[in-house]
């Protein structure tokens, strides 16, 4: 506690290295640490000054105006979650250049609309709960959308993710002395019960059905996501240099897949090999360059309203005739043909859990079917894993050996087929007379209620 540097310079050597002074300050159990030079945002040359910015840092945090990320401007007042959630975009999210950082906006919005305008530190556990609940409620999802719908529990997690981090964040950070999500070794907070597995496998029938129906552009991609499983994005960010890097290999560059690895997928089957032949060639005949897009046009241009082609050839697919609204210059398709899309129930993903699945069946280990997916997980891959009824019922077939089992009835086994049924009486009288044999009932030996069976006593 008190002025340092996070250098291992020791004595004079340190007060004048160019490392940043910090200074660090308890008050009230909690301990508040900061960066000196960033909180008075000014160049710290000496110990002199060192000390007494780090004395102006204890009077602010005494008068509770204290930021960790500033002495910025007093005038915005104490940490509201509005302000927080902008700190937490710039110097997590942005600094370190997350794939989530195109989205990150879109999905801050809830968060922002429920916590904004709350202090940081006043934001407690019943306020999560608050919030939760408010997202279980119907409402308007999109603009799309006319009809209220209910954010599925899912969706409700992915929230509470973000919300978690960024509070264990703000923890870490000192914004914060502990999270509405826990008390010590207690959760307060639990997640909505999920099933979030898909079901949705892809026919032959059905394949051929897309593949008739789906515009000249279009086609090619359905064949690379069935034989190679690339996901929507990744597909469409593949360039020629990613298929000559490595011959008889699609190349998926760390910046564009969504763990942020590298990985590496064979072009294993004739048609997926003869697509990119096809692809390769432009309008006049010509290979295109190193840096087009494999996914492109005939004049090497990316491909553009890829959801608009999905949405028209899965109608078509399946028999229907897609309608768009009139006057409408986006041409978006009408309520009732988008409300057939949804009962149909094939997304574009889809065909990337059709590629897992369809490898399984074939046999081959999970763990390599992970690794052409870039899971970073296993359990990942098991979600992608639907199997069709036919390969479960050909599985527990296997355990038919062609034995028969003959089921004899009670009465058969009691006696045999031409004997003659007793009276009861006669049955007691035969059991008196067994029982003496063996000693019950003459005195010799006690007959045990438990068991009426003389056959125990032999």
């Known amino acids: 506690m008190g002025l340092y540097k996070l250098c291992k310079h020791k004595g004079r050597a340190r007060d004048r290295c160019d490392d940043a002074w910090w200074g660090s300050f308890q008050f009230r159990g909690r301990l508040h640490r900061a960066s000196l030079e960033k909180w008075a945002n000014e160049e710290i040359r000496t110990k002199a000054r060192a000390e007494a910015v780090f004395d102006r840092m204890r009077d602010a945090i005494r008068q509770g105006t ?159 996501a069935l034989d190679a499983g690339l996901r929507r994005g990744e597909m469409l960010a593949l360039t020629w240099a990613d298929v000559d890097a490595r ?28 697509v990119l032949d096809f692809l390769r060639l432009d309008a006049d005949g010509q290979r295109k360059t190193s840096s087009d897009p494999v996914c492109s046009n005939e004049a090497g241009e990316s491909l553009k309203y890829f959801r608009s082609a999905w949405v028209m050839t899965v109608l078509k697919a399946h028999g229907i005739r897609p309608e768009w609204k009139k006057r409408n210059k986006f041409r978006a398709f009408t309520a009732q043909r988008l409300a057939d899309f949804r009962r149909i129930d094939l997304r574009w993903h889809d065909l990337r859990h059709e590629y897992a699945s369809r490898l399984v069946e074939r046999g081959v280990p999970l763990s390599q079917v992970r690794d052409l997916l870039g899971h970073a997980s296993i359990v990942t891959t098991e979600r992608y894993d639907n199997q069709s009824d036919a390969a479960l019922f050909a599985s527990a077939k296997l355990l038919d050996t062609g034995e028969t089992f003959k089921i004899l009835s009670r009465s058969q086994t009691a006696r045999p087929a031409n004997a003659s049924i007793r009276p009861a009486t006669d049955d007691a009288n035969l059991l008196n007379e067994q029982e003496m044999k063996v000693g019950v009932g003459n005195g010799v030996r006690t007959r045990d209620f438990r068991s009426h069976s003389p056959a125990l006593y032999h």
């Open 247 to 274: 011959p008889g290999w699609l190349r998926l560059r760390g910046e564009t897949t969504k763990s942020g690895k590298t990985r590496w997928v064979p072009i294993a089957t004739t048609r997926l090999s003869a």
């Open 66 to 224: 204290f930021s960790p990320d500033a002495a910025e401007d007093p005038a915005q007042g104490p940490l509201t979650f509005e302000r927080f959630a902008a700190i937490y975009i710039e110097r997590y999210v942005n600094a370190n250049k997350l794939s989530s950082a195109d989205t990150i906006e879109y999905r801050m919005a809830p968060l922002r609309a429920h916590f904004g305008k709350i202090l940081l530190a006043d934001i407690r556990t019943a306020d999560v709960e608050d919030f939760v609940a408010k997202l279980k409620e119907p409402a308007v999802l999109a603009s799309i959308h006319k009809v209220p719908r209910v954010r599925r529990p899912a969706t409700i997690n992915r929230y509470l993710s973000l919300l978690r981090h960024m509070f264990n964040w703000a923890v870490g950070r000192e914004y914060l002395d502990r999270t509405p999500f826990r008390r010590g070794n207690q959760t307060l907070v639990k997640q909505e019960l999920e099933d979030n597995r898909r079901h949705r496998r892809i026919t032959p029938d059905e394949e051929k059905a897309l593949l008739d129906a789906a515009p000249a552009h279009l086609q090619p991609l359905v064949v690379i």
